[in-house]
């Protein structure tokens, strides 16, 4: 039976090596020099293995002629050789670990069990060294494939963050220079020319174009971008020239700030983590002191009890295969690999998650607070509706955008967007521009009064009150009321189905703060289906709001709160979790938030807590998995029922699904 067994293994291994190098020849490319020299080890060991199976030990005979003893020695030379081709890594590990005290790893745990199966059959004089060559081969064939997955997803995500530009075209002399992007200032003209990346943040001022945003929001629909509007760096620059004045240095652009959140978020370990590293630092030497204890107890006891003999190599032997079968690989390997790709899933649909802790916490949110402007909305002033008119509409929108031109205010900027045509100046005479009531002015000669209701009394023009939301802009034109013109914020065209999918994802409680009076906040929420609003509110408002809502919520239930402008950033670092809207956020939002969405879409948030609690549940899976099958495993191996050939098996076997599994978080695309 035990021939059958290892000859089946044998086979298993010659199979898996054989898979491996038809494998290996086919994603040779994608392969690091590490990987290619450990498959050529891998393939060495199991061809000098097997050669060393088949042919008959009578093969050195020979050999006793010339040297009593020479053939058996041959043999163990050529087994040895065998067992350091494989496993000298390890060995070497080992080694370092018991030098800088930090003993008790699997690389410990591998080389007492494998050299002690060497020692076991040198003390027996049996010849058998498969079984410790065989298990090294296990094992250094589970974290081949650990590392090429490992490998796999770090290049997914290197792959589709691969937005760093390289150069940055400056015009000097009327020819084009590629310079290193850190050269050019704030306020430098760049050129980007179709198929060219954007690497720095800042304004165009000359071209037209459309833009690829995968890489940054994973967004496929191109985005078009004309003269005036902000361009972000890490896009992908389609059709025409564009001249773009930088506002921004290359160190502090978009496209910098991606990668340094991305690099720098494995650095913040989640509790789960925490709770491994914790484990194996407990574990390990518990295990080793089991092994010893399964080692000297039960011989000691039968020697001492029962005067029989202590049957020392059984005892030896099932402790070896006790620690083959508790290195923690799985567990160590899995875990963090989990959340590394839950972190690139994310980032890859344009959600950066700055730690691995964060994701955990996103996971556990139950209500979410938002902020009004800029993040429900969409932070930008339009003409919503013009009523109790008594001319046309163009002409009162004419008459409003040329005494308004003077100034500086986003109302007066959305009036000029409505007029749609360029402002003639000379026509617009005696201005005066009233603090806290709004402007009057003479437009060709004939007086126009444009502004609030206190300036309609102040003129003692009767106006008509309006019960819309938002800014009200009563006009007067030759001294009579001529109507007003609504202007509002504009909400965003996915925020209502976002607070939707929220609720579905399993939010309880959904809330917006924002500093806009009531009129115009209560509206907004309503519309969108939020739970509760609280307006005119200060930035200490805000927190004092949030601090109040995290005092009454259940202790296990986690608060986020989604902002944009520097106003928020205390709030977002008071919260639990905070996300901010990355494209037109602030820099101190972004700095301040755990969370960056970078297309500003409210719907990304759902997605984020869907995809945290997939990383999440694939985590917890990993772990009850592979502790589950340790434990049973364990006791199967204390009693002798698990010889040291299965026990690897199983053992590199856990590791391998747990290392798979935890690849599928990164595949959340449908999520």
């Known amino acids: 039976m035990q021939e059958l067994i290892i000859d089946s293994l044998l086979a298993v291994i010659a199979a898996m090596a054989a898979g491996l190098l038809v494998w290996g020849r086919a994603e040779n490319s994608n392969m690091t020099k590490k990987q290619k020299k ?11 293995l097997l050669i060393l199976q088949l042919v008959p030990g009578t093969v050195f005979s020979p050999l006793d002629a010339l040297v009593p003893g020479l053939g058996y020695w041959v043999r163990l030379a050529l087994y040895l050789a065998d067992y350091l081709i494989i496993g000298y890594d390890i060995l070497v590990k080992a080694l370092k670990g018991i030098k800088n005290r930090q003993i008790f790893d699997e690389s410990f745990l591998m080389a007492i069990a494998t050299a002690g199966a060497i020692a076991l059959a040198l003390y027996e004089r049996s010849g058998d060294y498969t079984e410790a060559i065989a298990v090294m081969l296990f094992y250094q064939i589970g974290e081949w494939f650990q590392s090429y997955a490992v490998g796999k997803s770090r290049r997914n995500i290197s792959e589709l963050m691969d937005i760093r530009p390289d150069y940055a075209n400056i015009e000097r002399d009327g020819k084009l220079e590629r310079v290193d992007p850190d050269e050019a200032g704030i306020g430098s003209i760049i050129v980007v020319q179709p198929g060219e990346k954007v690497p720095i943040d800042g304004t165009v001022v000359e071209g037209t174009s459309t833009l690829n945003t995968a890489a940054l929001t994973g967004e496929s629909l191109p985005r078009d971008i004309k003269v005036g509007e902000e361009i972000i760096s890490g896009c ?29 978020a494995s650095s913040r370990k989640s509790r789960s983590e925490d709770f491994i590293s914790k484990f194996a630092r407990i574990y390990t030497p518990a295990v080793c002191a089991a092994a010893l204890a399964l080692a000297l107890l039960p011989p000691l006891v039968r020697i001492l009890g029962m005067g029989l003999d202590g ?51 996103l996971s556990q949110t139950r209500i979410v607070m938002f902020d009004k402007t800029g993040t429900l909305t969409q932070g930008v002033f339009e003409v919503n509706g013009i009523h109790h008119n008594e001319m046309e509409n163009a002409r009162l929108i004419e008459y409003a955008a040329l005494v308004e031109s003077s100034s500086s205010h986003p109302i007066s900027k959305s009036l000029q967007r409505a007029y749609g045509k360029e402002i003639d100046r000379s026509r617009v005479t005696d201005v005066q521009e009233i603090s806290g009531n709004g402007v009057i002015a003479r437009v060709d000669g004939t007086e126009v009064a444009a502004g609030n209701d206190k300036l309609m009394e102040r003129l003692g023009i009767r106006y008509i009150n309006c019960h819309s939301a938002g800014t009200i802009i009563h006009m007067a034109v030759a001294g009579k009321y001529a109507g007003h013109i609504v202007i509002s914020d504009i909400v965003k065209p996915h925020a209502k189905e976002a607070i939707a999918s929220l609720k579905a994802s399993g939010i309880h ?41 995290m005092e009454r919520k259940p202790v296990k239930a986690k608060l986020a709160f989604v902002g944009d402008g520097i106003n928020d950033a205390p709030v977002l670092r008071r919260a639990d979790i905070g996300i901010a809207m990355g494209a037109m956020g602030s820099d101190a939002a972004i700095e301040a938030a755990d969370v960056v969405l970078m297309d500003d879409d409210p719907m990304k948030i759902s997605k984020a807590i869907r995809i ?38 199983a053992d590199v076997g856990v590791m391998i699904i747990a290392v798979l599994n935890a690849i599928r978080a ?3 695309k449908k999520l």
């Open 236 to 264: 992908i620059n389609m059709t025409g020239v564009l001249k773009i004045r930088t506002t921004r240095e290359f160190g502090e652009s978009t496209v910098s700030r991606i990668l340094d959140l991305v690099e720098n």
């Open 666 to 668: 990164l595949f959340v």
């Open 38 to 48: 450990m498959l050529g080890r891998i393939l060495a060991a199991t061809a000098l």
């Open 612 to 649: 945290s609690r997939k990383c999440l549940r694939i985590v917890y899976e990993n772990i009850v998995f592979a502790i589950g099958v340790k434990l049973i495993c364990l006791i199967l191996g204390a009693f002798g029922i698990a010889n040291m050939w299965l026990a690897i098996f």
């Open 311 to 361: 049957q020392w190599e059984q005892w030896v032997y099932r402790a070896l295969t006790f620690l083959v079968i508790s290195c923690p690989c799985a567990l160590v390997i899995s875990i963090p690999l989990s959340f590394f790709a839950g972190i690139g899933g994310a980032s890859r649909e344009g959600v950066l998650v700055k730690g691995s802790n964060y994701l955990e916490t």
């Open 509 to 549: 409680r959904t809330v917006m703060l924002t500093g806009d009076r009531k009129k115009a906040a209560d509206p907004v929420g309503a519309a969108l289906g939020i739970d509760e609003v609280f307006s005119e509110l200060l930035p200490a408002g805000k927190v004092e709001k949030v601090e109040e809502v």
